[in-house]
């Protein structure tokens, strides 16, 4: 292919295929496909060839919402054809959200990195905290807020999606839980919520990367990486069976320490070089 090196794009696409085998095996091990895993995956493979600091976790993070729209849409599908969910929810999330994840890529465009790596650990952070101390007796109420608290629920899901990378299943499971909804419910809503997180965050990533294209690794339209996209998805599918074979093998309070410690790590990993 005129312009690029053919050294170069091998050396992308077998790292991608590695990264893709761990990205899987880590999804399936913990029960999540999501960015929280992909990003840091994504940041080592991207790191490796020598992607500028500038760029290189925005990159992460909008390859990783390319990466997780087949999922979003299949996890959607399979749980509208069961009539799982919570009424009403999506539709009042859904545009506050598409607003939350602009900002995001709007961020992306002009923002430094260490806002997104910091924002990785934060968002990481709570969710970690989650996991490792959370007790079912939480509650931020027994039904969910009225029009504007539901609002703002759906734009700080939106952003926290934008900056860290995911489809933002994590984040509203979170909240629906903690207002009393069954974590079926709340997975059911989450991906049907996460169809347009991702479409508009991966446009938007694309867009707010056209700046930066020359910064750009092989096959990249602004902040997406299409090998990534191309590789990375597929693969990640197939060896996630792996991983949900070794998850079989371990109590599920394990599995939660273990996740929320990986949280705990990747966030961590991501603060120390905003500082460094």
Known sequence: MPGIPAGELLLLAGLIVAGGVVTGILAGLFGIGGGAI???VLYEVFKAIGVAEEVRMQLCIGTS?????????SSYRAHRARGAGVPG???????PAIGGVSLGALLAAVAPAALFKVAFWIIATLLAARLLFGRESWRLGSELPGRAAMAGYGFLTGLASSLMGVSGGSVSNMVL?????????AVATSAGLGVPITIAGTVGYMLAGLPHQAAMPPLSVGFVSLIGFALMAPISSYTARYGVRLAHWLPKRRLEVAFGCFLLL????????AIL
Not at 65 to 73: C, G, H, K, R
Request: no cysteine.
């Open 65 to 73: 919402l390319a990466i997780i729209i087949p999922t979003t849409i």
């Open 38 to 40: 992909i990003v840091p």
């Open 89 to 95: 929810v999506v539709r009042a999330w859904a545009l």
């Open 266 to 273: 990747a966030g961590t990993r991501f603060l120390v070089s």
């Open 177 to 185: 839980t903690l207002y009393g909804k069954s974590i079926h419910n």
